[in-house]
Nanobody
Framework: VQLQASGGGLVQAGDSLRLSCAAS????????RGWFRQTPGKEREFVAY???????TYYADSVKGRFTISRDSANTVYLQMNRLKAEDTAVYYC????????????WGQGTQVTVSS
């Protein structure tokens, strides 16, 4: 079972990026999928998640209105990040959890997003 995050990079404030998280090893179509981020010296924080059905999405207040999480019919989830700010700089991790669990049991390796002001 593997989650592979990609799409990070160095951008300027106001730019956009789209992160992808491809899952392999099992079918995650019924799993909730999420994005988290972490900066040095801080705890990992929640960014967004989407339910297994894809019908509901949830966002941290700090990204609401700028980020959009989505998923395709396969095992990939996306995070479209618009109007990026310097404070969005972090390593972004994707995760998956069974819909019946509150624990995010699967994690990707992280992708660095750096926003220069």
């Amino acid at each position: 079972v593997q989650l592979q995050a990609s799409g990070g990079g160095l951008v300027q404030a106001g730019d956009s990026l789209r992160l992808s998280c491809a899952a392999s090893g099992r079918t995650f179509s019924r799993y909730a999928r999420g994005w988290f981020r972490q900066t040095p010296g801080k705890e990992r924080e929640f960014v967004a998640y989407i339910t297994g059905s894809g019908g509901n999405t949830y966002y941290a207040d700090s990204v609401k209105g700028r980020f959009t999480i989505s998923r395709d019919s396969a095992n990939t989830v996306y995070l479209q990040m618009n109007r990026l700010k310097a404070e969005d700089t972090a390593v972004y991790y994707c995760a998956a959890r069974d819909s019946s669990s509150t624990r995010w049991g699967y994690w990707g390796q992280g992708t660095q997003v750096t926003v220069s002001s």
